[in-house]
Structures are given as C-alpha cells and as structure tokens.
C-alpha cells in the first residue's frame, strides 16, 4: 500500500505550469529521489506536497486525503519539508529552530532527547547554539534544516536539493545522515540536482522534465539506464 | 516643590500608558507588517466599557466594594476589547491579507472612524466623568507629588510588561509568534497555526489597550468618545520612536514620549518666554515624530522599517 499518494498533482504560477499531471507513489519505509533539469518543475512538486503552494489534483497521506489541508494540517500529519534554501529563521538562535521544528509535539522528554541527538549528529549546530541562524554559515544553515525537520520526528520527510552550496565533504556527511535516517524507517522524498548522489542514495526513482514525469523505476536501473546517463549523469557516450 | 522631578513622575506615568497601548500597535506591524489604526479606538472603547460598567454598578449597587467594582469593570473592558479586535482582525484584515498594503490601512483608518462613531452614538458626545469611588492618597516623594494612582499606574504596566517580553522571548507560544513575525510560510512549514497566532497578538495587544484606557480614564478622571485618536496617536509615535516592530522599543519609546512630552510641557512657557502655555504639549508628539522620521526612520531600537519597506 501506498504511503504517500500524489495523483494528478498541477501548480501553477499564473500563466506557467510548473507541474501537469504528477502522479506518483511512495511506500512506507523508502526513500525515493526525484531528478530532473532546473526548472523542471521539481521544488513545485514537493512545496505543493507539503502544502506551502496550492495545487490542483489530489495528495494522499497515510490513507488520509490531504489535498484541502492548509500547510501546518500536514505538518501535523506526519510531513517535514527541508525547503529549497533552508528556510532558517534568521532572528531565532539555533536552538530556537531547532525547538520550533518541535513545535507540534507534547512530549518534552522525548523532545529534549532528539534535541540532544541532533546535537550529536551535528556538533557544530551546538557549538552554535546561541548565535542566531542569520549568522551561519550556507552548510550550518543545511544542517540546522534537517536538523529542524527531524526534530517534528517526522513520517514523511521530504527534502530538496540537501546538497545545494555545500563542499563536497559536507555533501557526503549530509547523505550519511540521510541514510542514517531512511535506516531508522523513516520514509523520504529526495530532490536532488546531483543526480547520481540522488540514485545512489535511493530506492526508487522518478524524473521530472518540464513539468511532467517522464520515468520512473529502480534507482540502480535508472543508474544504468542510457538515456538518465546522458541526460543527468553527464555522460556522453556510453 | 521640584518642577523637574515632578514632571519626570508625570512623564513615567504617561509613559507606562503610552508603552501599553504601543505595544499593541508594534505587535501586529511585526507580525502583519500593518499599521493598525483603528487600535487606539480600541483602547478608548476599553475606557468607555470599564466606566459605563462602573457607573453601573456604582447606580445598582452602590454598596459593593469598590474594589470588586473596579476588577469586575476592568475585566469586562478588557474582554470587550479583545473580542473586538479579535473581530476587527477576523472581519476586516484577514481578508485583505494578500491585497496590496494601502488597502489594509485605509480599512484600519474606516474602522477607526466607524468605531469612534459608534461610542459617540452610544455613550453621547459629552465626557464621562468616573465616578468618585476611590480617594487616592497623594504621597511627598523626593520632594514631588505622587498618588497612589499614579504608583500604581507605573507598577501595573510595568508588570504587565515584563510579562509580555517574558511570554515572548521565552515562552514556545513567544517562539511560534516571532517565528510567524519572521516568515509565515516557514512557520507554516513547521505546524504553526499561522492565523492563530495573528490573532492571538489581536487580543494581546486589546487587552493591553483595554488597560491603558482604564488607566488614563482614571488618572484624569474622564473619558470621551474621542479620547482613542490623539492617544492612539501618540501610542504610534511611541512605537516608531522605540522602532515599530520592536517590543522593547514599545515600551522604551512610550516612556520617552511620556518624558519628553511631560517636561516639555513643564518648561514650555520658559523655552517660548511665556509665548506658549503646557496645553502645547501635544506639539512634543509630533516634533518627535517628525525627527524621528526624517533622522531615523527605523527608531532607537529598530532595523525592520527598511527590510520591510
Ligand atoms: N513563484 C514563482 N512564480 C513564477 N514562476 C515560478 C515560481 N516558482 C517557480 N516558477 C517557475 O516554475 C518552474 C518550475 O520551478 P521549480 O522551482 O519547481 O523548478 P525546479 O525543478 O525545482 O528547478 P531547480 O532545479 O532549479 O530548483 C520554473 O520555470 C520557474 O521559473
Ligand atoms: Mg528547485
């Protein structure tokens, strides 16, 4: 069964589509990655999943419809989204994101916690931890939103371009993170400009080219696959 | 008697009416970005509500102890107020939320004059005097005069204050809402009920107005219909002055104003060699205003006016 169902999604912006007839599905405990050229349509998608732009069609969640829920009704189903360039609450200190990214939850126990955890996944961020998120630096502030989306301890976790700006190095921490996450059985929905981290750090896979979706399947089969080779893996002649 | 040290205690005491009222107007500018206008008529609907409940009580039950009249009036107004402003917010702005930034203000300013009107229907033209159910002690206090009214006026903004800079800074409610100050959609992304929270700063911001109003009818003894234009005034130069959009600005900047328009006052005769009396007081506001505008337009404490503008 289905986790997350999306059938038919639509966004636009005034004349331009940015997303037509986006039907996909993700089951319960996978990661899947969604690659495709700039401007594709691909941070449509996932800012219309989680509810922070309208959308035409149907978004389906743990059996629930959630296409008539306003952005925060998702938050409390289950949904993270880490946005397109991080989306830090600049005048609030590290640690006040961080708690915000809490903020539907009850349980101060469990809170404070994940709290710690992520300050052990991330001992910069509590090296930082009173300094306000304006002043981090482009990977802290990476770091601060998937920290931030982690700590809503969330079902669904979506996540776009986690790699933008960052050094390699600190690509390669972030998807070990992601990794660390996906193991811990939480379901994740990737957007990633690098399509070869993105395939190789998922199950499946779809591709996005001018607001449709043009394929789908096995993230190693997409890794084979000649034309996603040529296309997004930069590989000419193989 | 010291005329300075005099007019510093009148000047905190307008102060501290000023700081209460500025806060509502600075709350809802950093979480809307909107001037609401109409906020110093809620404050004069606050000062109607709580002498009319008053003038009532005093006719019915002229036995009941003044101080149960007092709390019971005071808690009507501020509850009238909050649900007013609750109101105003749900009826008149939210609606305007996405409509270009002159139409929200022009709306504030259309329920402000509504409102006005509305108290003058309702309570008529002439000024309610408050009834006599209290007699202050007036206290010798480094050589100036202060009553008891007046002590309390400063100790009860005070606190009131320092509880709202505590809820905000401290509290997650205070995080949610400088979080929705900051980006709605972010805040939106993280569970925060965006439109709660907008109206919960309302309803704050009434209920501290609601005070303010109780507290200037009861220092002067009197209320009008139109007492909300020239305080709401004052209160918004006050909040520009401390930097709109900051909270400890608010309170900073009503207490300069207070100050500033209090001794100005005391010497103005002297400054003008006796060309101007203290009822140019008001003029203090405004010159205020108008430096603060043309010299720092973002206020003492502020640096949002630019971002925002
Ligand atoms: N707010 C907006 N207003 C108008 N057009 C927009 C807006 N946001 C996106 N678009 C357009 O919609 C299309 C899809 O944008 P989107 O951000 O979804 O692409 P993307 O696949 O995430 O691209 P990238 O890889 O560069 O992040 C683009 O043509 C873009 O110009
Ligand atoms: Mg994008």
Redesign the pocket.
């Known amino acids: 069964m289905s986790y997350l169902s999306v059938e038919s999604l639509g966004v636009s912006y005034g004349a331009i589509k940015a997303a037509r007839g986006v039907s996909l599905s993700i089951k319960e405990g996978e990661t899947v990655a969604l690659i495709g050229s700039?401007?594709?349509g691909?941070?449509?998608t996932?800012n219309a999943i989680a509810g922070l732009i309208g959308h035409t069609g149907k978004v389906g969640f743990d059996g629930i419809d959630m296409s008539s829920f306003p952005v925060h009704k998702r938050a409390a189903k289950g949904l993270a989204l880490v946005p397109?360039g991080r989306g830090i609450l600049g005048r609030l200190t590290v640690d006040e994101n961080l708690r915000m990214g809490a903020y539907l939850r009850v349980d101060r126990k469990s809170i404070a916690v994940d709290l710690l955890r992520i300050y052990e996944l991330f001992p910069r961020l509590r090296e930082r931890r009173g300094q306000t998120g304006g002043t981090l630096s482009g990977g802290e502030q990476q770091m601060l939103a998937i920290g931030r989306a982690l700590m809503a301890s969330p079902k669904l976790l979506l996540l776009?371009?986690p790699s933008m700006g960052l050094a390699p190095l600190m690509v390669e921490k972030i998807f070990e993170v992601i990794r660390e996450i996906s193991s811990s059985g939480v379901t994740i929905f990737l957007?990633e400009?690098n399509a070869r981290l993105a395939l190789e750090s998922s199950n499946r896979a779809y591709v996005m080219e001018s607001g449709e979706l043009t394929m789908e399947g096995d993230s190693q089969e997409l890794l084979r696959s000649s034309k996603v080779r040529e296309s997004y893996l930069g590989e000419l002649n193989s | 008697m010291d005329i300075f040290f005099q007019q510093v205690i009148n000047g905190l005491v307008l102060g501290s009416v000023y700081a209460l009222v500025a806060l509502g107007y600075t709350m809802v500018y950093g979480i809307l970005g909107l001037i609401n206008f109409a906020h110093g008529e809620v404050v004069m609907v606050g000062a109607m509500v709580a002498l009319a409940t008053v003038a009532y009580l005093f006719g019915y039950f002229p036995e009941m102890n003044p101080i149960v009249m007092v709390l019971i009036a005071a808690t009507t107004s501020v509850i009238s107020c909050m649900v007013l402003s609750y109101f105003i917010e749900r009826l008149a702005y939210r609606p305007l939320r996405k409509a270009p930034r002159l139409a929200p203000l022009i709306t504030a300013i259309g329920i402000s004059i509504l409102l006005q009107n509305l108290a003058m229907i309702i309570w008529g033209r002439q000024y309610k005097t408050v009834p006599k159910i209290f007699s202050f002690e007036t206290r010798e206090f480094l050589g100036a005069n202060i009553t008891d009214l007046q002590i309390f006026i400063i100790v009860l903004s005070a606190i009131l204050m320092t509880l709202l800079l505590l809820i905000v800074n401290y509290s997650k409610l205070g995080r949610a809402m400088r979080a929705t100050s900051e980006s709605q959609r972010i805040a939106g992304l993280l569970g925060v009920n965006i439109n709660k929270i907008i109206s919960f700063t309302f309803v704050i911001g009434a209920g501290l107005g609601a005070v303010a109003g109780i507290l200037v009818a009861a220092n002067y003894s009197v209320a009008h219909y139109s007492m909300g234009f020239m305080l709401g005034l004052k209160a918004f130069t006050a909040a520009v002055l401390g930097g709109i959009g900051n909270l400890g600005g608010a309170v900073l900047g009503g207490l300069l104003l207070g100050l500033i328009e209090s001794i100005g006052a005391g010497y103005i005769g002297d400054i003008t060699g006796g060309f101007l009396g203290s009822h140019y007081q008001d003029v203090f506001a405004f010159l205020v205003l108008i430096i603060v505008l043309v010299f720092r337009p973002t206020g003492i404490m502020g640096e949002r006016i630019s971002e925002r503008a």
């Open positions: 700039n401007g594709a691909k941070s449509s996932l397109e776009d371009e957007v400009q």
